[in-house]
């Protein structure tokens, strides 16, 4: 297991190479030049000149990413070329942000969908069951700006239940409780397509695991079906659902951006946004391969997580 | 949280997801949200601020922050009511005085303002904040703040210190709109800043911490969620008996991103801010009918497409003129942006002193634009015309409806016109290299209250990349009035020679103007004193709450 681990953590080192790199050509495709946008179009062509050389944007690629990577390693990520201000100050915050909307959603995605899947397969066809695959095929099917449109018209101008947008009120005190408050409705929005995977995956996965014979066989011996379904059917159910649950709190992070918009969040998605329009290099990178290292690290645990369950995964 | 104790409840679920899709949400009727307020008015605006240097922050959108925090030697009344023009008045120089050879400015600074940081505004400091973005010298010299405001110092050669109130500008040449050009916002601003407090942070900081001697002070900034101003108690104007100057009436200013339409017409329907920016036209009359204030008035700004005058067809005076007049601006400004937009038929905006609201050249005339283009070099339409627009961006309203609007009128009468659409940073990327081998025309959506406007979309040396005459029109004529404007220092015959350029130029149909925006906003019921200047930006010290 540990040799497992270790070769695994190893890889994650490459991976994020790459895709650092990656980024960094694909970014020079897009068309525009950063000085330009900069100056507007009231700049003449050598007041640009003058910013690419202040930028260092006049410097060799190669030159560009690794003095990049070099800060980088050591911890400064560089200043933002359109903000002005040091990446860290702008990236951390947003993606901090994003990490608690993407967090929330996952949790209540896991607390609405691992039951419901669970009963949906041991009532199959039952009300629970068709009631979990509605919810699975509307949560799947509805976009998340439809839904969260839908939501703040409901619970905030409506019943006036929950606030529109923002993390905190701009009127009120800015605690926890209002931090919840603000955070509810988004993260009912998000978490609508994890809802649904986990939902249906995890009723098609129970299913598959009841069906054997060795769950038969324990029935056979008498042993309450609670205990057969809890202790056993899951233990054997869970390892997909818990890989794919990996797979979408990766895409979370990357993929809040709709929400982030419709509610104000001032998440990682935006800003990310906001920074390739702006052709805001550092940023991007930046934001990116903090996505990209959660991504690796959620799904690095997930594995190991399966792993714990199945010990034929770590003779490999 | 503030909640809104006037909800009607929904009738039924079917009538609430209906109500949804064709209204988005207009539904409610206003928050009360006046006991709450505290005099805290909260401002949602359409997109993010970039950095809060007032001296070269990128754009219109920081600017409309900015101008709250800065002030300028010389200042527009925004605060004046029914007016076609912001009156020029005396803003941090109390008077000035120009030679009569044009070449000498001499301003007088007001006694006793204060910068936020304490510190005092003298002459001393009004040089110091002129070199920063001017002399490359200086040890304060930022390239952006000079390549923002370089049309402003075009002609100044020295600066001269006469006494500690004191401070003598000496051009190389007249330049007839050099106040006119310093009280414009945009991409940089000549206002002024507190250099002990850049001696604090320097050019790379000082974006986070801007220190003026404008009405209000800044507070925080939590990127993506608000910039917080607080009223500022040592504000100059308050120290005169004049309403134009006086402070502001409210505690707080505080401006939230929020990029989505449908969320700042949400967010204002439940009373968490209190004035949006850029609402959706469609829906100003419904927000109207539930209580809501509509307010805007004819800006300082046009859309318009250039013509590539370097392409087939559109080399020929008549082909122009035929477009011009195939095109139903009454219909887009109406009909489609719902009179959140007035017609344009010159390239003059509404604001500027040589604006004429009566000037109509090439106006809609579908027959004649037949008429015209039977007798052009290409009576069959021309082969077919390739329009750049972009999807949408900073100042864009609705570009592609009104592209396709355009298209139709076009292709009635004859034409065949194709429209290629981009996102707005590739699409300005381009723009600037001006219209290539088969691009026919690109569209902008632009304006200064200055004249001298006229000059940086028509003058032939502002051919790309020295400038942004895109659509390569040249013209001696237009060239010679708009050399002589320059350096015109008779305020009359100035104004008069740039209309006159105007007039040639929509002759010769080189720039096709479609509509002027009125800058509309949607403020809450609670929100009283809001003056919709002819401006791109507007002033908040006049409002007060409820």
């Given at each position: 297991?540990?040799?497992?681990?270790?070769?695994?953590?190893?890889?994650?080192?490459?991976?994020?190479?790459?895709?650092?790199?990656?980024?960094?050509?694909?970014?020079?495709?897009?068309?525009?030049?950063?000085?330009?946008?900069?100056?507007?179009?009231?700049?003449?062509?050598?007041?640009?000149?003058?910013?690419?050389?202040?930028?260092?944007?006049?410097?060799?690629?190669?030159?560009?990413?690794?003095?990049?990577?070099?800060?980088?390693?050591?911890?400064?990520?560089?200043?933002?070329?359109?903000?002005?201000?040091?990446?860290?100050?702008?990236?951390?915050?947003?993606?901090?942000?994003?990490?608690?909307?993407?967090?929330?959603?996952?949790?209540?995605?896991?607390?609405?969908?691992?039951?419901?899947?669970?009963?949906?397969?041991?009532?199959?066809?039952?009300?629970?069951?068709?009631?979990?695959?509605?919810?699975?095929?509307?949560?799947?099917?509805?976009?998340?700006?439809?839904?969260?449109?839908?939501?703040?018209?409901?619970?905030?101008?409506?019943?006036?239940?929950?606030?529109?947008?923002?993390?905190?009120?701009?009127?009120?005190?800015?605690?926890?409780?209002?931090?919840?408050?603000?955070?509810?409705?988004?993260?009912?929005?998000?978490?609508?397509?994890?809802?649904?995977?986990?939902?249906?995956?995890?009723?098609?996965?129970?299913?598959?695991?009841?069906?054997?014979?060795?769950?038969?066989?324990?029935?056979?011996?008498?042993?309450?079906?609670?205990?057969?379904?809890?202790?056993?059917?899951?233990?054997?159910?869970?390892?997909?659902?818990?890989?794919?649950?990996?797979?979408?709190?990766?895409?979370?992070?990357?993929?809040?951006?709709?929400?982030?918009?419709?509610?104000?969040?001032?998440?990682?998605?935006?800003?990310?946004?906001?920074?390739?329009?702006?052709?805001?290099?550092?940023?991007?990178?930046?934001?990116?391969?903090?996505?990209?290292?959660?991504?690796?690290?959620?799904?690095?645990?997930?594995?190991?997580?399966?792993?714990?369950?199945?010990?034929?995964?770590?003779?490999? | 949280?503030?909640?809104?104790?006037?909800?009607?409840?929904?009738?039924?679920?079917?009538?609430?997801?209906?109500?949804?899709?064709?209204?988005?949400?207009?539904?409610?009727?206003?928050?009360?949200?006046?006991?709450?307020?505290?005099?805290?008015?909260?401002?949602?605006?359409?997109?993010?601020?970039?950095?809060?240097?007032?001296?070269?922050?990128?754009?219109?959108?920081?600017?409309?922050?900015?101008?709250?925090?800065?002030?300028?030697?010389?200042?527009e009344d925004?605060?004046a009511e029914g007016v076609d023009q912001p009156p020029i008045?005396?803003?941090?120089?109390?008077?000035?005085?120009?030679?009569?050879?044009?070449?000498?400015?001499?301003?007088?600074?007001?006694?006793?303002?204060?910068?936020?940081?304490?510190?005092?505004?003298?002459?001393?400091?009004?040089?110091?904040?002129?070199?920063?973005?001017?002399?490359?010298?200086?040890?304060?010299?930022?390239?952006?703040?000079?390549?923002?405001?370089?049309?402003?110092?075009?002609?100044?050669?020295?600066?001269?210190?006469?006494?500690?109130?004191?401070?003598?500008?000496?051009?190389?040449?007249?330049?007839g709109e050099?106040i006119g050009k310093?009280v414009d916002?945009?991409?940089?601003?000549?206002?002024?800043?507190?250099?002990?407090?850049?001696?604090?942070?320097?050019?790379?900081?000082?974006?986070?911490?801007?220190?003026?001697?404008?009405?209000?002070?800044?507070?925080?900034?939590?990127?993506?969620?608000?910039?917080?101003?607080?009223?500022?108690?040592?504000?100059?104007?308050?120290?005169?008996?004049?309403?134009?100057?006086?402070?502001?009436?409210?505690?707080?200013?505080?401006?939230?991103?929020?990029?989505?339409?449908?969320?700042?017409?949400?967010?204002?329907?439940?009373?968490?801010?209190?004035?949006?920016?850029?609402?959706?036209?469609?829906?100003?009359?419904?927000?109207?009918?539930?209580?809501?204030?509509?307010?805007q008035a004819a800006s300082p700004h046009v859309i318009y497409f250039a013509?590539?005058?370097?392409?087939?067809?559109?080399?020929?005076?008549?082909?122009r003129q035929?477009?011009s007049h195939?095109i139903d601006r009454q219909?887009i400004a109406e009909?489609?942006?719902?009179g959140?937009a007035v017609p344009a038929y010159g390239m003059i905006v509404p604001g500027s002193p040589s604006f004429d609201a009566d000037f109509r050249k090439n106006a809609y005339d579908?027959?004649r634009?037949?008429?015209?283009?039977?007798?052009?070099?290409?009576?069959?339409?021309?082969?077919?015309?390739?329009?750049?627009?972009?999807?949408?961006?900073?100042?864009?309203?609705?570009?592609?409806?009104?592209?396709?609007?355009?298209?139709?009128?076009?292709?009635?009468?004859?034409?065949?016109?194709?429209?290629?659409?981009?996102?707005?940073?590739?699409?300005?990327?381009?723009?600037?290299?001006?219209?290539?081998?088969?691009?026919?025309?690109?569209?902008m959506s632009w304006g200064m209250t200055t004249p001298l406007w006229v000059e940086v979309v028509g003058h032939?040396?502002?051919?790309?990349?020295?400038?942004?005459?895109?659509?390569?029109y040249?013209s001696?004529e237009v060239d010679a009035l708009l050399d002589g404007a320059l350096?015109e220092i008779d305020d009359a015959e100035r104004e008069s020679l740039y209309a006159e350029a105007n007039r040639v130029m929509m002759e010769d149909a080189a720039l096709l103007p479609i509509v002027h925006g009125k800058t509309?906003?949607?403020?809450?019921?609670?929100?009283?004193?809001?003056?919709a200047a002819p401006q791109n930006?507007?002033?908040?010290?006049?409002?007060?709450?409820?």
């Open positions: 297991m540990a040799r497992y681990a270790l070769l695994r953590i190893l890889a994650i080192v490459p991976i994020l190479f790459g895709v650092s790199v990656v980024l960094f050509l694909f970014l020079q495709l897009v068309p525009g030049d950063v000085a330009a946008t900069l100056l507007g179009p009231r700049a003449t062509a050598d007041k640009i000149a003058e910013i690419r050389a202040e930028l260092g944007l006049d410097q060799p690629l190669y030159r560009q990413y690794f003095s990049w990577l070099g800060g980088f390693l050591q911890g400064d990520m560089g200043r933002s070329i359109a903000l002005q201000v040091p990446v860290a100050s702008v990236v951390v915050p947003k993606f901090l942000n994003t990490l608690l909307l993407a967090g929330a959603a996952l949790l209540l995605a896991l607390a609405v969908g691992l039951p419901i899947g669970i009963l949906s397969a041991v009532r199959q066809y039952s009300w629970v069951d068709r009631l979990g695959t509605f919810l699975a095929v509307f949560g799947s099917a509805a976009p998340p700006f439809w839904l969260a449109l839908l939501l703040i018209y409901f619970f905030s101008l409506e019943l006036g239940w929950f606030p529109t947008s923002g993390m905190q009120s701009l009127r009120g005190d800015g605690g926890r409780l209002e931090l919840l408050h603000h955070l509810f409705l988004p993260a009912l929005a998000t978490s609508a397509i994890p809802m649904a995977v986990i939902t249906r995956l995890t009723r098609s996965s129970v299913l598959e695991v009841v069906r054997s014979d060795f769950v038969v066989a324990l029935r056979a011996r008498g042993l309450p079906s609670h205990r057969v379904i809890l202790r056993h059917t899951l233990r054997n159910a869970l390892p997909p659902v818990i890989s794919i649950t990996g797979l979408q709190a990766g895409f979370l992070l990357g993929g809040t951006v709709f929400v982030e918009v419709i509610f104000s969040w001032p998440g990682i998605g935006q800003q990310l946004y906001q920074a390739v329009l702006a052709k805001d290099i550092p940023v991007v990178q930046a934001a990116m391969l903090f996505i990209a290292l959660f991504f690796v690290v959620l799904n690095l645990l997930a594995d190991l997580a399966v792993a714990y369950l199945n010990p034929r995964l770590r003779a490999g | 949280m503030s909640k809104n104790p006037n909800h009607p409840r929904t009738r039924s679920p079917l009538a609430a997801a209906v109500a949804l899709f064709l209204f988005a949400g207009v539904g409610a009727t206003p928050a009360l949200a006046a006991e709450e307020n505290g005099g805290t008015l909260i401002v949602a605006m359409d997109a993010e601020a970039d950095f809060l240097d007032n001296q070269a922050a990128g754009g219109w959108i920081t600017w409309k922050v900015n101008r709250n925090m800065f002030d300028t030697l010389v200042m925004l605060t008045i005396p803003g941090l120089a109390e008077s000035w005085e120009i030679s009569d050879d044009g070449l000498t400015y001499t301003f007088h600074l007001r006694e006793g303002v204060k910068f936020h940081d304490g510190t005092e505004l003298d002459a001393e400091a009004v040089r110091w904040n002129i070199e920063r973005m001017w002399n490359p010298e200086a040890e304060q010299y930022s390239a952006k703040a000079a390549a923002c405001t370089a049309f402003s110092w075009q002609a100044l050669e020295s600066l001269e210190v006469v006494d500690e109130s004191t401070i003598r500008f000496h051009l190389n040449r007249p330049f050099f310093m916002g945009g991409c940089g601003n000549t206002s002024l800043m507190s250099p002990a407090n850049w001696e604090k942070w320097g050019n790379e900081e000082i974006g986070e911490h801007p220190v003026g001697t404008g009405p209000f002070r800044f507070v925080e900034r939590v990127r993506g969620e608000k910039i917080v101003l607080e009223r500022f108690d040592d504000y100059w104007g308050d120290q005169l008996d004049d309403p134009r100057y006086t402070g502001p009436r409210i505690e707080r200013l505080i401006f939230r991103p929020m990029t989505d339409p449908a969320a700042r017409v949400a967010a204002l329907q439940a009373g968490e801010v209190d004035l949006i920016w850029s609402p959706p036209p469609d829906w100003l009359d419904a927000m109207e009918r539930r209580g809501f204030q509509v307010e013509l590539n005058l370097r392409e087939p067809c559109l080399d020929d005076p008549k082909y035929a477009i195939a219909g009909n489609l942006l719902k959140a579908p027959i634009a037949q008429e015209l283009l039977a007798a052009s070099s290409c009576p069959d339409g021309g082969p077919t015309m390739t329009w750049l627009i972009p999807t949408g961006g900073s100042g864009n309203m609705a570009p592609i409806a009104i592209s396709e609007w355009i298209q139709r009128n076009l292709n009635e009468v004859g034409f065949n016109v194709e429209l290629e659409a981009y996102e707005w940073q590739t699409y300005l990327s381009f723009w600037w290299k001006g219209l290539q081998q088969g691009q026919s025309a690109s569209w032939s040396k502002w051919h790309p990349p020295e400038g942004t005459n895109v659509g390569w040249q001696e350096v509309p906003v949607l403020l809450g019921p609670n929100v009283e004193g809001y003056v930006w507007r002033d908040y010290r006049t409002i007060e709450l409820r």
